[in-house]
């Protein structure tokens, strides 16, 4: 009779890990919440078997930019919900929050959640609260002194800092603004991500003032000053990149435009991280969540081994997450896994109302320290109906 070694064993499918750079069909064991084994012909020591045959057992997802602070924020989608059902077992909220409102994040967000939870600071003590407002319209609403004692007194959740360029977030001030923004993350040595799209001036303008480490967020805008002139990569955004300055997909309600996208990928240029901006005003449609997104640049022409690791190793390293055993899939690391499978072509769209048909991408099993965690189903069904 065959020793029983292992909880549960995921068999046979393909298996990334863009770490160890596994990428081959075999088993995955888990045992108490952590990766017991990675090798094949494991099930037989297993109390459970999951056939993963055909479907890709990768990291669990990590979403680096979206907006889950419901009940406080128009904008706040619920978390474990939003993305912890959806494949994504930690995430980090991209400016929702700022320094007049954490304490009520970290209580009735962070600390209920079952996912891993970090945010970048809105530098605006506002936050987001509501999106019909420019949160610096009033310049005085960057509070420098409170974003650093957050950030301080934080260091668990806060991984950086928020500023949204767009015109009618910061009027014409965005310049200096920005500037303070930067003086505020080099105090905290953290990063600062920065939403592009409708800023007043061009995008290298923008780029030229950015640290190593920062992140250029609505990397695919097709809203003005976005990354392309004449249908290219404009140099400053390549130049930016050799720097250091990171980008980031970030679809949202109105930002992915598959023109942009498709002609930047086309080039070569694809994202460093992969996120969904999923919120409250888009989570039913376009963006729906963090899979979908990536099912649409996959249509695009990003392969899955560019795909894994942009959701994946590359967000946990961007927010410190690593160091906790997110982004990777390793013998005794924690068992946090995202299995994925492609289903039925579907029409999906971007934030201009353009749309294509692909086949979609599912969680057909996710673990969280490894718990099995029930899954929703695509919340586009309903529509496509």
């Given at each position: 009779m065959t020793e029983i070694s292992f909880d549960l064993v995921l068999s046979g499918g393909t298996v990334f890990d863009p770490v160890a750079g596994t990428h081959a069909v075999t088993d995955v064991a888990v045992t108490d919440g952590r990766v017991a084994r990675i090798a094949p012909s494991l099930a037989a020591q297993?109390?459970?078997?999951?056939?993963?045959?055909?479907?890709?057992?990768?990291?669990?997802l990590v979403e680096g930019h979206t907006h889950v602070f419901e009940n406080v924020s128009k904008v706040g989608a619920p978390p474990d919900e939003a993305h912890l059902r959806r494949g994504v077992v930690a995430a980090a909220d991209a400016g929702t929050v700022g320094a007049?409102?954490?304490?009520?994040?970290r209580e009735f967000v962070v600390r209920p959640a079952e996912m891993r939870l970090v945010n970048f600071l809105n530098v605006s003590v506002l936050g987001l609260i509501d999106f019909r407002f420019g949160e610096l319209l009033n310049p005085d609403t960057l509070v420098?002194?409170?974003?650093l004692a957050v950030a301080r007194d934080n260091p668990d959740v806060v991984r950086g800092f928020k500023i949204r360029l767009s015109e009618d977030v910061v009027g014409s001030a965005w310049r200096s603004l920005l500037k303070s923004s930067l003086a505020l993350a080099t105090?905290?040595?953290?990063?600062l991500m920065v939403?592009?799209?409708?800023?007043?001036?061009p995008l290298p303008e923008v780029l030229g003032m950015l640290r190593p480490g920062d992140i250029v967020a609505h990397c695919y805008t097709g809203k003005p000053h976005g990354i392309l002139d004449d249908d290219k990569v404009i140099p400053a955004v390549l130049d930016a990149r050799a720097r250091g300055v990171l980008f980031d997909s970030a679809h949202g309600k109105s930002n992915l435009s598959f023109?942009?996208?498709r002609k930047a990928i086309a080039e070569g240029f694809l994202p460093d991280l992969l996120t969904s901006d999923t919120s409250a005003r888009n989570w039913r449609?376009?963006?729906?969540?963090?899979?979908?997104?990536?099912a649409k640049l996959r249509a695009l022409g990003m392969t899955m081994d560019e795909i894994v690791p942009r959701m994946t190793i590359a967000p946990a390293r961007r927010l410190g997450l690593d160091t906790e055993g997110y982004g990777t899939l390793v013998e005794g690391g924690p068992a946090h896994v995202t299995v994925l499978e492609d289903t039925e072509e579907t029409t999906l769209p971007d934030a201009a109302g353009n749309s294509i048909v692909a086949p979609r991408l599912e969680p057909a099993l996710v673990l969280h320290g490894g718990q099995r965690v029930e899954t929703s189903p695509w919340r586009g069904l309903d529509t496509a109906r």
């Open positions: 297993a109390r459970e078997v999951v056939d993963c045959a055909g479907k890709w057992v990768m990291p669990g007049s409102t954490f304490a009520a994040f420098a002194e409170d974003a105090d905290a040595g953290l990063p939403h592009i799209g409708e800023t007043e001036e023109e942009v996208a449609g376009p963006v729906f969540d963090l899979v979908t997104s990536a």
